[in-house]
Every structure is written in structure tokens, then in C-alpha cells.
């Protein structure tokens, strides 16, 4: 059965090259939002390396995508600075989070469920066990501060995962693996109670496009020590819902110090997290790319037009 489609939407670079075929084929605008791209990635991390066939397919991607949606501006501007995009072609939308998912719960209540120390500092690392994420800072940085902290990773396998291995061996070898806690992968709807369980979520990557967990901890009213990157920059407000370092578990180590030890800090920065992400919020985000279709659909009928 014929279908008639008014704009694709594509994400990621595989589902972009797809899209675009597709977008010329039926002679449709093409909008897609790319994530993360290589060329970035490699700017943030000399040794990143990604194929030429993925960098080459994106910069395609940049030239024939009718619009570019980016999670922040500051990934708008080096679209612009270093791939070649058009001012016009960009459009900044954040991520969404569903805040009715990720809600604060008791903070004494989450560690008795989880099986955590009640009077002990908990830190934080969700994500991929990728090196770009920095799960290896984490752990030096946990050596490093005075603070003797719980140190929890949910993200990677609990069996058969070299990068889990890795990290237990580092964790050996720095003299913390009595205070490290490897989780693996979890649920999604187990998240908020475990980002409300910890006193702060690090996140020490080389760079983040938008910066997920992020929100997410925020929501739950969780601090973030994060690196000063990316669209970290955007979410984390430095020294009122966290703090913004340079990446370096120095200082990390450092700030997550000053945090811990004072209380009345921790608890206005929990006060002040979940308001600050209520834009992130999936109607407000919906409500913007729609925006962006009807405003593609007006522009293809004008040239039909003319």
C-alpha cells in the first residue's frame, strides 16, 4: 500500500545515509540528528578513532540534510566551525527525559532497598564502560579524595566483560576494591532510585554532545561533578547543582572533597536540581520538533510552488 510521508527524521549516522536516500527518492525535507559525530569526538580525544567511512557518510550527511537538529548550542556551533554546516540549517532542541519517571526518592530509604551503607558518602558513574566515558577517572578520583566514599558503577556486564575486568583490576591495584560497586546494566525505571541513593553523580567524560545522565540525576535531585565539556556545560549550573572541573581526577577529587564535607551545600544543591531540568521535559521538547516539521513542510510546499 502507497504511503505518502510529509519529512523524514533520522538519527545517528546508519540511519541518516538510509534516510537520505529515502528523502531524495520521494522528494521529501530530510531533518536528522546525528548525537555524536566522529569529527567531534576525535577533537575531544586525539586518540578517539573512528573509520573513514563513518566520517565521510556524516560530512555527506551535514551537506544534504535540508535541517540538523542539535541537543546544544555549543554543538551548533562546531557543526558550523568545523563540518561545514549553515547557520540555517542547525537548530538546537535538547534530549528529553521523562520527569515523571526519574522523581527524587528518600535518600535512606533507596540505600536500605539497594544494600548500601546509611552513613557513608555514595558516589556515582552511569554509562558505558568506554574509556571516552572515563569510568578509569572515576576510580582514580575516588582513590584520591579524602572522603572514603562508596563508589557505585551501574553501566557494562556483571559476567564475561574485559572492561568490567579492567576496571575491578584498577580498582584492586589503587586499593579501593572493598568500596566499589559493580552493578552492570540496569533498568531504566531502577535508575531513580539509585541516583537518589548517591550524594553526587560523576561523570569525568572527554565529551558529551548533550549529557543524559546528567538530567537524569539532576531530576532526582542528585548533584553532578562533571568534566567542564560539551552539553555538560548547559545542565550542570557550576557550584548551584554541582560543579564543572577540567578533567583531571585532581580536581575532581577535589570538589566532590569540598561537597561531601558540607552538608548544608549538598542539601541546597538537591533543592535546587530538579527544577533546574523541568525544560527538559518530553512535552517541551515534542512541542519543538514539531515546531521544526511544520516549518519544513511550509518551506517544501513553497518550492512545490514555485
Known amino acids: ?96 527525559v521523562d520527569l515523571k519517571l526519574f522523581v527524587t526518592h528518600d535518600k535512606q530509604e533507596a540505600r536500605k532497598i539497594l544494600g548500601l551503607p546509611l552513613h557513608q558518602p555514595v558516589l556515582l558513574f552511569v554509562g558505558r564502560l568506554d574509556p571516552f566515558k572515563g569510568p578509569d577517572l572515576y576510580l582514580r578520583t575516588a582513590a584520591m579524595m579524602e572522603e572514603k566514599a562508596q563508589v557505585v558503577i551501574v553501566g557494562g556486564k556483571l559476567y564475561d566483560d574485559r572492561d568490567v575486568e579492567d576496571l575491578q583490576k584498577l580498582a584492586r591495584d589503587l586499593g ?84 561531601l564535607r558540607d552538608r548544608d551545600l549538598l542539601e541546597q544543591m538537591h533543592l535546587a536540581a530538579r527544577p533546574s531540568v523541568q525544560h527538559f521535559s518530553w512535552k517541551s521538547v515534542a512541542d519543538q520538533v514539531s515546531n521544526v516539521y511544520q516549518e519544513m513542510i511550509c518551506e517544501s510546499a513553497q518550492l512545490v510552488a514555485q
Open 1 to 96: 500500500e502507497a504511503r505518502e510521508y510529509d519529512v523524514l527524521h533520522s538519527h545517528y549516522w546508519l540511519s541518516g545515509v538510509a534516510a537520505s536516500h529515502l528523502a531524495r527518492l520521494w522528494d521529501i525535507p530530510h531533518v536528522t540528528m546525528f548525537h555524536t559525530l566522529a569529527r567531534l569526538k576525535q577533537l575531544a580525544n586525539p586518540f578517539e578513532q573512528e573509520s573513514f567511512l563513518r566520517l565521510e557518510m556524516e560530512q555527506q550527511l551535514i551537506k544534504h540534510a535540508d535541517r540538523i537538529i542539535t541537543a546544544t548550542a555549543d554543538e551548533r556551533a562546531q557543526l558550523i566551525r568545523y563540518c561545514g554546516a549553515t547557520t540555517n540549517q542547525v537548530q538546537v532542541i535538547p534530549c528529553g
Open 176 to 259: 579501593i576494591s572493598h568500596r566499589v560497586h559493580f552493578w552492570g546494566a540496569r533498568p531504566q525505571e531502577e535508575l531513580p532510585m539509585i541516583y537518589s541513593a548517591a550524594d553526587a553523580t560523576v561523570i569525568p567524560s572527554y565529551h558529551e554532545s548533550f549529557g543524559l545522565v546528567a538530567v537524569e540525576s539532576l531530576a532526582c535531585g542528585t548533584p553532578v561533578v562533571a568534566t567542564r565539556a560539551g552539553g555538560l556545560t548547559t545542565i550542570v549550573k557550576n557550584a548551584k547543582t554541582g560543579y564543572l572541573v577540567p578533567r583531571c581526577p585532581g580536581f575532581f577529587a577535589e570538589r566532590l572533597d569540598t561537597l
